[in-house]
């Protein structure tokens, strides 16, 4: 397959060419469950793996080879791989990297599900966990024991959008051969690529910015050739959690224009984070290119721009938090983000609700906060509803 060379080419181009469909612009959308052989011979062949070919859906699908195939080149890994949502991802790498007893090092903040399903793990399967802001080397170096097994990042940690040096854990790791994973759903390889950093793999929920239109729940996974096509063969095939092809072909036409979207989303969220700080309701913002992030300089070396998501402290009580979610016009209250509408959510009892009440405080979760996914909308209408509410509470 033909390679490009620059992001905004590969979105639209990588692991397509209209030449071997029939001209068709649009990469074809294979919505079949299974594939036909020639003969007895050639099943043989395919399931042997002597000979290259599809055989069945949950294994392999057309549609989803060309996402596999452009995820891949995004963030610059040797293979990627589709799965039916973000979770699905998540977990297919987890338990491909972990087996009982063995111990995981994970970021301060992680996605609710995503503490979910390692606290499960580490009851089912006797597993440790140990969370970590991860600011120093020595931090790292403390934690790590004979057994571990994967640190697993996200950065920025959602909500309060402090920043891990990815560069800086990935060197401590290799030193132990401790595989790094990072969730890159905030950032997209748009403003970030933690494989180029020195990481192993990257998971997304392509529900959020890679979809970017708020109609399919997804995810991917990237890494070493070896590593995917493990998961692949494992976790992804016999778990199941696969994407369907009209999933994939939803999220091809979406990938298109992730670096236009995204640039403005950049754009309206640094403004509306601007416009937030100096406002008297508001007690604190946190945005990771906000010079106010203890994070600034790391911000500026790790991610090309900001990202659409900010989040902040308003003066009052959880009452008023929502009552602002309730006096807003179009600017919807809803979980999720990345979409083109502006989504406001209270993460203490939504999308952190999950999280007993200690680790919410240790994690600056307070029920002033307020998690803001800034639209593609004009800013200044973001901003005259987020102010309208604010007045009234
Ligand atoms: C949404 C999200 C997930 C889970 O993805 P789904 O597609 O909802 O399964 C994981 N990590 C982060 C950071 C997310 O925002």
């Known amino acids: ?27 074809p959308l294979f919505q079949t469950s299974t594939y036909a052989f020639d003969s007895a011979e050639q099943g043989e062949r395919r399931f042997s793996g002597e000979e290259e070919g599809y055989i069945y859906s949950r294994l392999g699908n057309p549609t989803v080879s060309i996402l596999e195939e452009k995820i891949a080149a995004l963030e610059n890994g040797e293979k990627g791989l589709a799965f039916g949502s973000g979770m699905a991802a998540v977990s ?19 996605y609710g599900c995503t ?18 802001e991860m600011k120093t080397e020595y931090e790292i170096r403390n934690l790590i024991k004979p057994d571990t097994a994967v ?10 959008m402090r920043l891990i040096d990815l560069e800086m854990v990935a060197r401590v790791a290799k030193e132990f051969g401790i595989p790094v994973v990072v969730d890159n759903t905030f950032s997209t390889p748009y403003l970030q690529r933690p494989l180029e950093l020195g ?49 994939a072909w939803l999220l091809l036409r979406g990938l298109k224009t992730l670096p236009v979207r995204l640039d403005r989303h950049c754009e309206n969220a640094e403004k509306i984070a601007w416009k937030l700080r100096i406002h008297p309701k508001i007690k604190r913002v946190y945005y990771p290119h906000d010079n106010e992030n203890p994070d600034f300089e790391l911000g500026k070396k790790q991610m090309k721009k900001g990202g659409g998501m900010i989040s902040f402290d ?15 016009d179009f600017i919807k209250i809803a979980v999720s983000l990345g979409d083109a509408e502006t989504l406001i959510e209270h993460p203490a009892t939504m999308t952190h609700a999950v999280v007993p009440e200690a680790e919410r405080k240790k994690m600056g979760i307070t029920d002033q906060l307020i998690r803001l996914s800034v639209g593609l909308e004009n800013w200044e ?4 509803d987020l102010e309208q509410a604010l007045v009234r509470i």
């Open 151 to 160: 640190i697993y990042i996200e950065t920025p940690i959602n909500p309060t």
């Open 1 to 27: 397959m033909k390679e490009y060379r620059n992001f905004e080419t590969k979105v639209i181009h990588q692991g397509y060419d209209g030449k071997d469909m029939l001209g068709s612009l649009v990469p």
């Open 115 to 132: 503490f979910g399903l390692l606290s499960m793990m580490k009851e089912k399967y006797n597993m440790s966990l140990d969370f970590s």
């Open 199 to 247: 990481c192993d793999v990257v998971v997304h929920s392509a529900t959020k910015y890679i979809g970017g239109h708020g109609d399919v729940v997804a995810g991917l996974a990237v890494g070493k050739r070896e590593f995917i096509d493990a998961v692949r063969n494992t976790t992804l095939k016999d778990i199941g959690g696969i994407i369907s092809p009209f999933d």
């Open 314 to 328: 308003i003066n009052g009580s959880k009452k008023d938090a929502q009552n602002l979610l309730n006096h807003l």
């Open 381 to 384: 209408d973001i901003w005259k």
């Open 92 to 110: 297919a790498v987890l338990i491909a990297l972990t087996k009982a007893n063995d111990h995981i090092i994970c970021s301060s903040g992680l």
